[in-house]
């Protein structure tokens, strides 16, 4: 009995010294902590989700040493999926992975709807397949993956639209609570989904004009309750940006090892586009692709706060907030761009573009994007086409350029758009003579 002991208390003491090595080992991956804003700097140990001041901690991965387990080849025999790239993500062990199959969405070639534009090679990848419908899911399972890891029982959100369905969705998987804030006059069909999930939802009341009254009471509420806030945010949750590097990893994979020339991102704060050229960043830095894609911000006439940063040259950490949201793309009306400045730096390092679109010319797209290739999308999610088309007319763009556009929401998060831009639904006897005739009528 007392070898037995010995021997099974050896094995615990060992058993326990490789876990503490793995341990080490998941956190030595990232290399610095720093904040963009006040430049402090943090430890695997200190760091927040945020620092209180307003920037977002960037988060620096071992590079060169990942690339002793990161390879081509190994993650070709890898599954799908966002976390097939793990370790090069904030989280500590894969046990507290909560997920519900987000990433790993299809890049498909656009023939017919890039037939009509001029395009031969367009490509669009369908983020509408994601659990709760958009590509916020990228960011937000990570960063409720991490509360989960760091003892988190509660994660807040301001958001009436995709950031706060994520959350709710993933917080519903793991089995925190949700509290979310919406502005007093959000539509109540975009609240069914969140309650659905059992989210706590409240409409926030606005005290004073230019303030966001919810994301001053999602501040207010971490603080003092210590919550974790989850909203789509870098600068609210640094572990959440580094999600969206999955959609730059995806679309080199996908085109094997050979990025396309552009692609165009529909844009509110600017997390997409930032966090995907950080993706295509790292994978240049590891011998994994040889050049980077240019990126385009795509923003909407009604509230395009970072296209006319980029074009006067505005401070990155200083950009002036827009004094409107009013646009059809509501996902995207962001007057105050909480990633504009990491959006406006890989803009410049990658020779990139922005510009703004008008509403009527996303409405076109939503509807050419259905008929011509089969995909329902919400207005903020096909923004980028209709930046595509502006591009190629000013030339800044090749029709023959390889340009792939992310198609980031699905359009049954915005059903009255749809609803208003299409034919209603005919009432006709069952008689094909009537059938005929009501047919003739249609285009």
Known sequence: MCYK????????HITTLISTELADLALSRVKLYKCAKCGNEYTDDTVPANDGCGGRIDIEFDLESLKESIS?????????????????MPLRERENIVTLGEGGTPLLPAR?????????????????????????????CVGISRALEDGVGTVSAASSGNAAASMSTYAAKSGLRAVVFVPEDAPAAKLIHLRTLGAHVFRVKKVQEGIDPTTTLLESACK??????SPSFGPFNCFQFEGTKSMGYEIAEQM???????????????GLMAG????????QEMGLIERVPRPVIVQPNGCAPI?????EEQDPLDIKPWDSNETVAGG???????????????????????????DESIERYLLLLGKLEGVFAEPSGVAALAGLEHLAQDGIIDKQDRIVVPITGSGFKDLATSDRLTPQVQVIIPDTTELSRALAGRV
Not at 278 to 283: L, N, S, V, W
Not at 307 to 311: D, E, L, P
């Open 5 to 12: 002991r010995t021997t099974c208390a050896a094995i615990i």
């Open 72 to 88: 081509r080849e190994s993650l070709r025999k890898r599954g799908g999926g966002l976390w097939k790239y793990f370790e090069l």
């Open 112 to 140: 017919r709807l890039g037939e009509e534009m001029g395009f031969r090679n367009l490509f669009i990848k369908i983020e509408t397949v994601n659990p709760s419908g958009s590509f916020k899911d990228r960011p937000i």
């Open 224 to 229: 003092e309750f210590g919550w974790t806030p």
């Open 256 to 270: 094997n090892w050979d990025p396309p020339d552009w692609v165009l991102y529909p844009t509110g704060s600017g």
């Open 276 to 283: 995907s050229s950080k993706g295509f960043k790292e994978f």
């Open 307 to 311: 296209v006319r940063a980029f074009k």
């Open 332 to 358: 995207l009306a962001d007057p105050f761009p909480w990633d504009g400045d990491a959006a406006l730096n890989y803009l410049n390092k990658a020779n990139g573009e922005a510009i703004s679109v008008s």
